[in-house]
């Protein structure tokens, strides 16, 4: 391993064991006041996804690239925002933009389709963020069929050392790189049900509803949180990625709002409405 990565496991490791004191539960991942849908439930039979290893997951969508908040506090470990385009079909996987965030418990939550370019100013790669901090915003990256959020909680690869692949920012990676075999949910490693202080999110059935309000505000700042942001500087050349399929597409077609996104268009047809089901299928996670 390297000097510069060894350096980066090891400021991730004193961040997760600062963040593991303080993670509470889990509030909606988005700000107070917004009007938001459940438009995939966990363990869904509409798609391809939401099942298996995978089957504890939401996708959640208003209609605009709403403003993504930390539903538990941890560490950033892995992040990617270097990619604009989706598409609806299993061709787009790789290009989808994504948070992970360690709890430090053996869990980490999954942002999963947002918006390219999107990082809140004060989220970095190997740094800790509070429960209710703005981090994102939805988009349509990946495989998607129109802007929302991908959730999920997944169990910790053990002894998977690599972390921060396209440096602290998540622009150093190219737009088709994913780091999917260092968190995403596999038999050996599953993602885990989990319930959210608005709402019961496990209670897994095919739902397509208004969800409650959240109540997800930002917690104070810890004053006695280790600092790990100067230490990053050394560690922002990119690592290799290892690519996996990942199944997910979710959302809906919102054609009448504007996106954050600024760039181009390259696959129009993910702003048209959602397809009964995937019309491409893929070898199980």
């Known amino acids: 391993m ?41 363990n869904d039979s509409s798609y391809a996804d939401h099942v298996g290893s995978g089957k504890n997951a939401w996708d959640f969508a208003n209609g605009t690239h709403f403003g993504v908040s930390a539903a538990r506090e ?3 470990t892995h992040l990617k ?29 999954v942002y999963l389709h947002l918006d390219g370019r999107s990082l809140s100013p004060d989220v970095r790669c190997g740094q800790r963020v509070r429960q ?5 915003h939805a988009g349509s990256t990946g495989w998607a069929t129109g802007p929302h959020l991908h959730f ?14 396209c440096g602290e920012d998540g622009l150093a990676c190219a737009d088709k790189e994913a780091a999917w075999s260092s968190f995403w949910s596999t038999p050996r490693f599953p993602s885990v049900p989990v319930s959210f202080d608005e709402w019961p999110a496990n209670e897994c059935a095919d739902r397509r509803i208004l969800l409650p309000l959240s109540q997800n505000v930002e917690a104070p700042v810890d004053r006695r949180a280790v600092s790990v942001g100067r230490a990053l500087a050394a560690v922002r050349k990119k690592a290799q990625g290892r690519p996996l399929v990942i199944l997910g597409i979710g959302g809906r077609g919102w054609p009448g709002f504007p996106a954050t996104d600024k760039s181009p268009l390259l696959f129009p047809e993910i702003l048209q409405p959602s397809p009964p089901g995937p019309s491409v299928g893929l070898p199980p996670p």
């Open 2 to 42: 390297s000097s510069a990565k060894t350096a980066l496991s090891a400021i991730v490791s004193v961040a997760l064991w600062s963040a593991t004191a303080q993670a509470g539960a889990y509030r909606l991942p988005w700000a107070p006041g917004l009007s938001m849908e459940l438009t995939q439930d966990c």
């Open 74 to 76: 941890g560490v950033v």
């Open 81 to 109: 925002m270097s990619s604009h385009a989706g598409c609806q079909s299993a061709a787009c996987v790789d290009f989808a933009n994504y948070i992970v965030v360690d709890h430090g418990d053996g869990t980490a939550s």
């Open 132 to 136: 209710g901090q703005a981090i994102a």
């Open 152 to 165: 999920q909680v997944n169990t910790v690869h053990a002894n998977d050392t690599d972390a921060c692949e």
